[in-house]
């Protein structure tokens, strides 16, 4: 949904200024922290749009914590993500999918933040110009920390104090919700003027789609209740809409941002390969998660609400489902064998 209102082309720093305004209790703290994220996604774009001439293409010689090559524009992004969040003191430490560890700022109990985050997601596809995007979170501390540790990342998504996404690609757009009684909410990034700008107010995901995103690579690995949900969409039914036309760039941001806004399903189901899931939890799902549900969309990992998964480790992986509420529905019940 493009906005249409009188507050389109409104700045991203207005709008959360707005909000906190809103709020009789705010401090400014939450506002800070999530301007910091947005002035981050700047400086993240600047270095995606002149990659090829910068010499960040390709890999380095690194390996990160899920025994993936560290590609140069991801080292680039986490590092510029960790400078940001370390100033001002709103954040007390950070998780990255780059890092094998949480990365401790401050234990002042005026932090009252963390944040976790995959930097650049898609670093398969940097090199290919494919569009690619950073997915961040944010979370409460417990107000009884007095330390800030791996207790505080773990947490279900439900208790997300805020996600969203960052994905770059024909344009750059930073897509955020705080909650779902406030929405979510799209802004595009305009270089002339430096700033991202409403263009997408509160966006709402269609109860049905007709289009799906998986890799189809992958079918000989699925279970069997996967495979019927597979074919049953491919399968012709005009009455029903289908067959659904398949749609799979192969970039999370890509395929869910895609998703959201035109409705359909987007599945990277577990399979015998990875029986836990691919995905991260902490990193990628639960933001995601968090921003369909806040559009009017669901997501699962095919058994369960991907929002009540309580994680007991940061680099947790799991099955992801997401998109239109009937669509997700229609994969439970296939999942669950109940068709």
């Not at 094998?100 to 898609?122: K, M, N, S």
């Not at 909650?179 to 700008?197: A, N, Q």
């Not at 559009?295 to 099955?319: F, Y």
Request: with cysteine.
């Amino acid at each position: 949904m493009i906005s249409d209102g009188v507050r389109t082309g409104m700045t991203l720093e207005t709008f959360i200024m707005e909000g906190m305004l809103g709020s009789p209790a705010a401090t400014g703290v939450f506002t800070s922290l999530l301007n910091q994220i947005g002035y981050a996604a700047k400086l993240v774009t600047s270095k995606v749009r002149r990659a090829g001439l910068a010499n960040v293409l390709g890999a380095t010689e690194q390996v990160n914590v899920q025994g993936e090559r560290v590609m140069k524009l991801d080292e680039e992004a986490n590092d510029t993500l960790l400078g940001t969040l370390r100033r001002r003191g709103h954040c007390a430490a950070v998780a990255s999918e780059e890092l094998e560890h949480i990365e401790h700022f401050t234990d002042d109990a005026r932090a009252r933040y963390v944040v976790l985050f995959d930097p650049l997601d898609g670093s398969s596809n940097i090199d290919v110009n494919i569009s690619i995007g950073t997915i961040f979170g944010v979370l409460r501390r417990d107000e009884d920390s007095l330390q800030v540790g791996e207790k505080d990342f773990l947490k279900p998504g439900k208790e997300l104090a805020a996600a969203g996404y960052v994905i770059y690609g024909s344009s750059t757009m930073l897509v955020l919700s705080t909650g779902r009684e406030k929405g979510v909410h799209g802004f595009t990034y305009d270089p002339t003027v430096g700033e991202f700008l409403l263009s997408h107010e509160n966006i709402r995901i269609p109860e049905k789609g007709s289009t799906y995103s998986i890799n189809e690579g992958n079918f000989g690995r699925w279970t069997d209740g996967v495979k019927r949900w597979n074919a049953h969409l491919k399968a012709e039914d005009k009455a029903d809409g289908r067959p659904y036309g398949m749609r799979y760039v192969g970039t999370l941001v890509a395929d869910a941002h895609r998703t959201l806004l035109r409705g359909g399903v987007f599945a990277y189901p577990a399979d015998t390969k990875s029986p836990e899931g691919k995905l991260r939890l902490l990193y990628e799902a639960n933001p995601f998660a968090f921003l369909f549900e806040a559009a009017g969309g669901s997501a699962t990992d095919g058994q369960r609400r991907i929002l009540d998964v309580v994680p007991t480790k940061l680099h947790q992986r799991t099955g992801l489902v997401l998109g239109s509420k009937r669509d997700v529905e229609l994969f439970e019940e296939f999942a669950q064998g109940k068709r």
